[in-house]
């Protein structure tokens, strides 16, 4: 089942109705949505009110009665008498007035902002037969909100979801016609992008990636943040509304917190001082001692100077997880982390080491063909084109690798005289010290065991020949440590402050 959409305006609203029918396409698969370039101006001039609704839906759908679409949306700031957002007198009407009349005063998100929720909510309302439908008359943050106190908006956008109930009515009407079902996943990203972005205070056009932010769902990483909390014996509460704002968790116990949780995204720096203020302010009024930030990939160093200022509790999600779990658990039902995880690019199994020069080639291609064989990726330096410090960037290799193959080149005096300076390779070494230092599996090879040019017996090394001879021993030597488990090497954490 495919929707049409077809969005319109008039001449008295500012809202980037093109850019957002760019976004809404890029998000949704099932719902194709259209605006026309020219405003249609369906007021009275002076009257800025919208007297009747159904005169005026029924003006706009003789306009575009032909054209093939399921809905059109029209948006004005000219006001309905009721001042609602948007009136259905008719539910079957094709068109909906949304009337952004006094927008500013009810919220600082932007129009287009209240473009994505109003469609979403048109969109999921749709699936209910009228007489079906209850909405909420009071303040939950569901879709199904009735807005009756219209500066509900701006809760609405930042908290968006769907409640249970709602939830449960939703299902049945897809069990009803199953069709429904790819209109409902495309709701599902535009709420999840619209609360993503909205939460940050960004507008949906902002140019985040679209991707990322209508898959991401910070709800499950925040109902997971509370569970863990819970096992350090407090109660933790999330999406709580303390005050005038809706927190991540409310955790009670000896004292009282407030925590932020911080998932696909890095806040900046501006969130973080905004969480500052508004514990600032919980604390003025008695209501919390502290205030907690859980941040999945962690934090700039920016933000870490304005937390410290703030006298803000910055953890990682790993951090959280050792502390109260105290092993590192994965977290049932943590669906959307561990697909996230699926989908960031895998780091090489084995990093190796090896000077940059053709007659190394071939042993860099038998080890290659060994690690295939196990199914081990394995990358060497200058395999990828890299900006910045080369230096950095192979450090970082070490560090994710989980074994090193180092390929040790001859000492100098041993060097054939013609070759010397292409034979010795003093980066070689240096690497090699960097990984024997952070403690990381090494696995050395070397066609000239005499000249070793350190005491390397505690560590693993094939001798060799050639590289058909090579091949075996290595696949032997990393089969065992497959076998035995990848040793820990030092404190990741620490080593990756390179
Ligand atoms: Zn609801």
């Not at 080149?409 to 960097?434: I, S």
Request: aromatic content about 10%.
């Amino acid at each position: 089942m495919e929707k049409k959409l077809l969005l319109c305006k008039d001449n008295t609203i500012r809202i980037e109705i093109e850019k957002c029918v760019e976004i809404l396409n890029k998000i949704c698969k099932n719902v194709v949505f259209k605006s026309l370039p020219q405003n249609v101006d369906i007021g009275k001039g002076d009257d800025d009110l919208i007297s009747n609704s159904k005169r005026e839906s029924n003006l706009l759908f003789s306009k575009v009665k032909n054209a093939g679409y399921d809905k059109l949306v029209y948006l004005t700031t000219r006001r309905y008498k009721n001042n609602y957002y948007y009136d259905d007198e008719d539910a079957e009407s094709v068109v909906t007035i949304v009337s952004f009349s006094n927008w500013d005063v009810y919220t600082n998100l932007p129009r287009e902002n209240g473009l994505f929720y109003f469609i979403t909510a048109i969109l999921l309302e749709g699936f209910y037969d009228s007489e079906d439908l209850k909405m909420h008359y009071k303040r939950t943050g569901c879709v199904f909100d009735y807005l009756d106190d219209k500066s509900d908006i701006d809760y609405g956008m930042r908290e968006g979801h769907i409640c249970d109930d709602h939830q449960k009515g939703l299902t049945e009407a897809i069990n009803k016609n199953y069709g429904l079902k790819n209109i409902y996943e495309d709701t599902q990203k535009l709420l999840n992008f619209l609360r993503n972005n909205s939460k940050w205070n960004r507008n949906v056009l902002s140019g985040g990636d679209t991707e990322e932010l209508s898959t991401f769902d910070e709800r499950l990483f925040i109902e997971n943040v509370a569970k863990i909390y819970e096992k350090s014996g407090v109660v933790a509460k999330p999406n709580e509304l303390i005050y005038n704002y809706i927190v991540d968790v409310y955790l009670e116990g000896k004292t009282k917190t407030v925590v932020e949780c911080k998932f696909n995204l890095q806040a900046g720096m501006i969130a973080v001082s905004e969480f500052a203020k508004k514990v600032e302010i919980l604390k003025r009024k008695g209501l919390i001692d502290d205030g907690e930030i859980v941040s999945y990939i962690g934090f700039t160093d920016e933000e870490k100077t304005i937390a410290e200022t703030h006298k803000i509790r910055l953890l990682t999600f790993d951090e959280l997880k050792k502390q109260y779990l105290e092993v590192e658990a994965t977290v049932l039902g943590f669906k959307t982390v561990i697909e996230y995880r699926a989908k960031k690019p895998k780091s090489p199994d084995i990093f190796v080491i090896i000077p940059f020069i053709k007659s190394y080639d071939d042993v860099y291609e038998g080890i290659q063909k060994v690690a295939e064989e196990l199914d081990l990726a394995c990358e060497k330096a200058d395999e990828k084109e890299f900006e910045g410090n080369v230096m950095d960037r192979v450090y970082q290799m070490i560090i994710n690798a989980k074994i090193v193959i180092a390929v040790l080149t001859p000492l100098l005096e041993k060097c054939d005289k013609k070759l010397r300076v292409m034979c010795h390779n003093p980066n070689v070494y240096f690497e090699l010290g960097y990984a024997l230092a952070i403690k990381k599996q090494v696995i050395m090879l070397t066609n000239d065991i005499e000249s070793s040019p350190f005491d390397v017996q505690q560590y693993k090394k094939i001798p060799y020949e050639s590289v058909t001879e090579m091949k075996p021993k290595l696949r032997e030597m990393l089969e065992t440590i497959i076998r035995e488990g990848y040793k820990k090497s030092r404190n990741q954490q620490e080593s990756a402050s390179y």
